[in-house]
């Protein structure tokens, strides 16, 4: 018996490589204005300040990371042979973000009762 073969047509294929690679730059534009406006924070001295500064960084940072992991997901997604590989490859991703997150929301919480309590 024949299965049926599981492919996603070039042209779909391109069009969809083509919005994910337009989504991405968007998307770093949009972090390096953010960027841009947490290092104007740096310049004041306060310690509030300098935790806020340095919460905000991590928090930019962690939701580009997280970003990046969907744009890469989607790039494997784009070339999935099967459903099978489909699925495996969606499973993987969210053991690795579920990770990620309980890491990112526990380092978040150190820097903000840091930043609250000066210490």
Known sequence: MNEPIFQIPNE???FAEKSMEQARK???GYAGAAQKAISSLETTTSSFQTG???VSAKA???AE???NA???LARKLLHAKDPQEVL???TEYVKTQVESIQSQAKELGS???KATTGR
């Open 88 to 90: 495996t490859l969606q």
């Open 26 to 28: 968007a998307f770093e």
């Open 12 to 14: 779909v294929r391109d």
């Open 65 to 67: 990371a997280n970003v």
């Open 70 to 72: 969907a744009f890469e």
């Open 52 to 54: 806020a500064t340095d």
């Open 60 to 62: 930019l940072g962690y």
């Open 111 to 113: 820097a903000l009762q």
